[in-house]
């Protein structure tokens, strides 16, 4: 079973930037699609971002577009996701997943695999 391992997240002031990184293991094949996901306090999980594995186009929803940007590094493998301007209502704990539907607007993870995930607060 694929494993993920997220990190990177703390407190930030709105405005501010995080990096997450998240690494899987476990995955069979090197070109797999990631998505990004977040449980806000209160709030059912949801995908903000993700990238695809046949030609590494990413996919946003509208809540981050222009504010977040995923990517993976070919050599390491580690995925990243880098947000900036972050607002209050980004507040969530984030994690990553493999096997997603990954489509503007629409990112879905296909199995109830998760990891421990990073806490992101922004406040202040």
């Known amino acids: 079973q694929v494993q993920f391992v997220e990190s990177g997240g703390g407190l930030v002031q709105p405005g501010g930037s995080l990096r997450l990184s998240c690494v899987a293991t476990?995955?069979?094949?090197?070109?797999?699609?990631i998505g990004w996901f977040r449980q806000g306090p209160g709030k059912e999980r949801e995908g903000v971002a993700c990238?695809?594995?046949?030609?590494?186009?990413?996919n946003y929803v509208a809540s981050v577009r222009g504010r977040f940007t995923v990517s993976r590094d070919s050599v390491t493998k580690v995925n990243y996701l880098q947000m900036d301007r972050l607002e209050p209502e980004d507040t969530a704990v984030y994690y990553c997943?493999?096997?997603?539907?990954?489509?503007?607007?629409?990112?879905?993870?296909?199995?109830?695999?998760w990891g421990q995930g990073t806490q992101v607060t922004v406040s202040g």
């Open positions: 997943a493999t096997d997603v539907i990954c489509t503007t607007d629409i990112i879905i993870a296909l199995e109830n695999n």
């Open positions: 990238l695809k594995a046949n030609d590494g186009t990413p």
């Open positions: 476990g995955v069979t094949n090197d070109r797999y699609e």
